[in-house]
């Protein structure tokens, strides 16, 4: 447990959703932050046939995208949320941008949520499990739909107050959590790839080009591995370990999710800084926070413990 969490269970208990509505600002940049990749990846098929997509917009996205998804599995996951390993400040609010970049929320929304989702694992209180609706084709189908991103227009917001204290006390994450800084934040995830691609093709065609396949399309691809990762992992895939929900292992979903999928051992062991601990099981995130902590910009990190893993493998 982080020592936010942990906090959290000294104090007097608090309800798990906050007395106060979700603000309509934030129901509606939940809708444009869901929307909007759709909308351009709709977009961007003209440009495919007319104009062409091109090397650079393909150079552009491959090169942003991994900050991005950095930001939401090193950052926003095994940093903020589970506590996996310290950091320099100068790198907390780098990780805490970078997740921001990638619509997703501020990190203090986006921890809240996620913490809740481990207390209450596929269980009533869970804020995004696909079993929400039961078991059966129609009550999977919903709730798959429900855990990939519907629940992201729910009318309540999970208490900020009780599941990121820790978070509220960080005057850098607090800052960077306000509307106007955040929606600066979201802003340049099309600015900066605008630039690149003006400065590279030298033409407003190219700027414009690389807005629609390096700017939304990143984020469309981001955000729905990242939403595939609360569905589609706590209903397919293998159990190697012991947990009390649903969550499995992914392989395909691996690479792309940047070692995200392999997230049965993740609810066995949620501070662990490495998901991928079996053979095979590539985990680029810990590859990442291995780099980061030979570079000393990271400190105290949670590795697999054989004899902890042991103790939770199925037999």
Same mark, same amino acid.
């Given at each position: ?33 869901v929307v909007a990749p759709v909308v351009g990846v709709a977009a961007a098929v003209p440009f495919f046939w007319g104009w062409g997509l091109g090397w650079t917009d393909v150079a552009i996205f491959a090169f942003l ?27 907390? /609010?780098?990780?805490? $941008? ?6 997703? #929320?501020?990190?203090? +929304?986006?921890?809240? &949520? %996620?913490? !809740? ?107 729905? /591995?990242?939403?595939? $990762? ?6 397919? #895939?293998?159990?190697? +370990?012991?947990?009390? &929900? %649903?969550? !499995? ?67």
């Amino acid at each position: 447990m982080t020592a936010g969490v942990a906090d959290v269970g000294s104090r007097a208990p608090q309800p798990d959703i906050s007395p106060k509505p979700v603000p309509l600002v934030e129901r509606i940049s939940v809708v444009v932050f869901v929307v909007a990749p759709v909308v351009g990846v709709a977009a961007a098929v003209p440009f495919f046939w007319g104009w062409g997509l091109g090397w650079t917009d393909v150079a552009i996205f491959a090169f942003l995208y991994p900050f991005n998804a950095l930001g939401i599995t090193v950052g926003y996951h095994r940093h903020f949320t589970h506590g996996g390993f310290k950091a320099k400040r100068w790198l907390r /609010i780098v990780l805490a $941008i970078l997740g921001g970049q990638a619509w997703q #929320g501020s990190v203090i +929304f986006w921890v809240s &949520d %996620h913490r !809740r989702h481990h207390k209450y694992a596929d269980q009533e209180g869970d804020p995004h499990s696909p079993w929400a609706y039961g078991p059966g084709v129609w009550g999977l189908t919903k709730g798959l739909y429900h855990a990939h991103m519907g629940w992201l227009f729910r009318k309540e917001r999970t208490s900020r107050s009780k599941y990121a204290p820790d978070l509220l006390k960080d005057k850098d994450l607090v800052l960077l959590g306000r509307n106007d800084v955040y929606a600066l934040i979201t802003l340049t995830t099309l600015l900066v790839p605008m630039g690149l691609g003006a400065l590279l093709t030298w033409s407003w065609h190219g700027a414009v080009t690389a807005v629609f396949w390096a700017g939304l399309l990143r984020v469309f691809a981001g955000d729905h /591995i990242t939403f595939s $990762i609360n569905s589609i992992c706590h209903v397919f #895939g293998k159990e190697d +370990f012991k947990t009390r &929900d %649903h969550s !499995r292992n992914v392989w395909w979903l691996a690479i792309p999710s940047f070692g995200e999928s392999w997230h049965n051992l993740h609810h066995a062991d949620p501070t662990c800084a490495r998901h991928g601990v079996l053979k095979g099981q590539l985990d680029i995130s810990a590859r990442v926070i291995w780099l980061m902590e030979k570079a000393g910009w990271v400190w105290d990190v949670r590795w697999p413990d054989e004899q902890r893993l042991a103790s939770r493998r199925v037999p």
